[in-house]
Nanobody
């Protein structure tokens, strides 16, 4: 059973940085789509970055583009979300999620707008950006 666990949240000042980790088990990162989502109180969950397993098509939401960067470490089966130039509106609970595409070939944009595709979700980690 695939599982993912996030870590690395915390408090940062505006303009600061944080890095989130998503450790995966029971799955190969070469075969799964990975997504990063966040939810602020009172807001809907937002897909902020998704990477496909085949062409490794990478999608970033406009709200984080040019500030957030995803990467992976195959040796530890871990994905990372580097968040730079943080803004107060980045505050929220961040989740990583994984899903097996079963031969489908959608791009990252599709997966970030189809959260029901993901069947392994982490517990979430809180990110607070405040001065």
């Amino acid at each position: 059973q695939p599982q993912v666990v996030e870590s690395g949240g915390g408090v940062a000042q505006p303009g600061g940085s944080l890095r989130l980790s998503c450790a995966a088990s029971g799955m190969s990162m070469d075969h799964y789509v990975i997504g990063w989502f966040r939810q602020a109180p009172g807001n809907e969950r937002e897909g902020i970055s998704c990477e496909t397993n085949r062409e490794r098509h990478l999608y970033y939401a406009n709200s984080v583009k040019a500030r957030f960067t995803v990467s992976r470490d195959r040796a530890s089966n871990t994905w990372f979300l580097q968040m730079d130039n943080l803004k107060p509106e980045d505050t929220g609970t961040y989740y990583c999620a994984a899903g097996f595409p079963l031969g489908a070939n959608y791009d990252g944009n599709y997966y970030c707008h189809t959260s029901s595709f993901f069947d392994a979700w982490g517990q979430g980690t809180q990110v607070t950006v405040s001065s």
